[in-house]
């Protein structure tokens, strides 16, 4: 027998596709707002001043701009609702984006730090004074946007992936603002391409840590946080639990993990308790230690597994 836990599901019986970022549209959406006018400002005072401390900063807001959009569509795109052939809708759509939000940054790291070689190799005067006034709106702005997307980053990859865009942003801005300090007191031109090695380099552990939690995701690796042992034993110290095989747990998005079980229960359980009994224990255990709230699970009687693996050949 088979038996599913319903938790958000829509009108037609199919899961509810509502994500964890979806909460939070509102302030992507002024994130992005700030981001693209500090960006204009940003590369306007590159230009004027020669900091190429500060147009890698732009180059960066640039991807934070394209980052804060892809969140903003994968949240549209995944609230779309489930289909006969997509029973899940398009709740994975918000970690694809937040795959391209690490490739991104990667990129970015990568781009600055040629660049930044190069200034070594060529070194360019900087107008400091100017450098260090845009640093500063930048800066501003970022904690703003910051400040914004604190609480969703905690709950989606897809807003973490937008809110390290920024956060290596507000980074470099610091960067920006020493090295036009260093600029403007010392007359120490070199400052400026270090800055740029430095926002670079910021970029790449962040990122490589999102990337992981996400191919994890990708790849249907356990939830995290699940020890897949202690749901194991959990579930066997149920009463009427036999044994539990084909237990699998995975997460079609943030916010959203799923477990499904084979549990052979004792036929004594059964005659005493009956399926809706041991199916509210599971459910029940699972819920509350381990906070997976679909899980789908498989009641059968020993020697069933056996009959199974024949019906499979």
């Known amino acids: 027998m088979g038996a599913g836990h319903d938790h958000g599901r829509t009108h037609d019986g199919q899961p509810s596709t509502g994500t964890a970022a979806a909460a939070h549209k509102g302030r992507l959406r002024i994130a992005l707002a700030i981001t693209l006018g500090v960006m204009a400002l940003e590369i306007v005072g590159g230009v004027v001043t020669g900091s190429l401390a500060l147009i890698a900063d732009a180059a960066h807001m640039a991807t934070d701009a394209v980052g804060l959009t892809m ?41 600055l730090l040629v660049e930044a070689i190069g200034r070594f190799v060529e070194p360019a005067e900087t107008r400091s004074g100017l450098t260090l006034v845009f640093a500063v709106v930048g800066l501003v702005a970022n904690m703003v946007s910051l400040s914004l997307l604190m609480c969703g980053q905690k709950e989606s990859l897809n807003l973490r992936g937008a809110y390290l865009e920024v956060l290596a942003d507000a980074l470099g801005s610091v960067a920006v603002l020493v090295s036009a ?13 270090i800055a740029s090695l430095v926002i670079g380099l910021m970029v790449v552990p962040r990122t490589w840590k999102l990337l992981r939690e996400t191919l994890n995701v990708l790849l249907e690796a356990a939830p995290k946080g699940v020890d897949m042992t202690e749901v ?23 916010g959203m993990p799923v477990l499904s079980a084979h549990v052979v229960v004792t036929q004594d359980a059964l005659d005493e308790a009956g399926h809706e009994t041991v199916l ?33 050949h």
């Open 71 to 111: 969140a903003l569509l994968a949240i549209f795109v995944a609230g779309r609702p489930a289909t006969a052939n997509r029973t899940f809708g398009y709740a994975r759509t918000e970690i694809l984006a937040a795959l391209a939000n690490c490739l991104l940054l990667l990129g970015v790291g990568g781009y």
């Open 181 to 193: 300090t260093v600029i403007l007191t010392t007359g120490w031109q070199l400052a400026d391409p």
């Open 232 to 254: 194991r034993a959990r579930m066997l110290a149920l009463p009427g639990v036999a044994d539990v095989h084909d237990l699998h747990a995975w997460t079609i998005t943030s």
């Open 280 to 312: 509210h224990a599971l459910q029940g255990c699972l819920g509350r230690h381990f906070d997976v709230k679909h899980c789908t699970f498989q009641l059968e009687p020993a020697g069933h597994a056996e009959h199974e693996a024949k019906l499979c």
